[in-house]
């Protein structure tokens, strides 16, 4: 069983920081092929899913959405199982429930195509002006 734990989120001001973290534990939760990625995306009330980050599982290719890029940053420790997201000059807009996943990175003439398979519950960011 797959079981993905996010932890992190929080309360911050424009211009603040923080650090999500997401343990992965369980098997089978990647497509093991070589567009296997850990990522986060985030949901707003009223809004659509947005792909924020992920990283290849087999690699150090991330890719990013394009409202987090240049703030964002995402890696791995696989000695941990565990997956972060540094998240800086964060902005009111960025305010959302943020979810740790499974996906499947596809990627066309260099756009970031995210497939999710498996997440967690998420972890509240709220950025206050």
């Known amino acids: 069983q797959v079981q993905l734990e996010e932890s992190g989120g929080g309360a911050v001001q424009t211009g603040g920081s923080l650090r999500l973290s997401c343990v992965v534990s369980g098997s089978g939760y990647t497509s093991g092929g070589h567009s296997s990625c850990m990522g986060w995306f985030r949901q707003a009330p009223r809004k659509e899913r947005e792909g924020v980050a992920a990283?290849?599982?087999?690699?150090?290719?991330?890719y990013y959405g394009d409202s987090v890029k240049g703030r964002f940053t995402i890696s791995q420790d696989n000695a941990k199982n565990t997956l972060y997201l540094q998240m800086d000059n964060l902005k009111p807009e960025d305010t959302a429930m943020y979810y740790c996943a499974s996906l499947t990175c596809y990627t066309y003439s260099g756009i970031w195509y995210p497939e999710y398979n498996y997440w967690g519950q998420g972890t509240q960011v709220t950025v206050s002006s």
């Open positions: 990283i290849l599982t087999g690699g150090d290719r991330t």
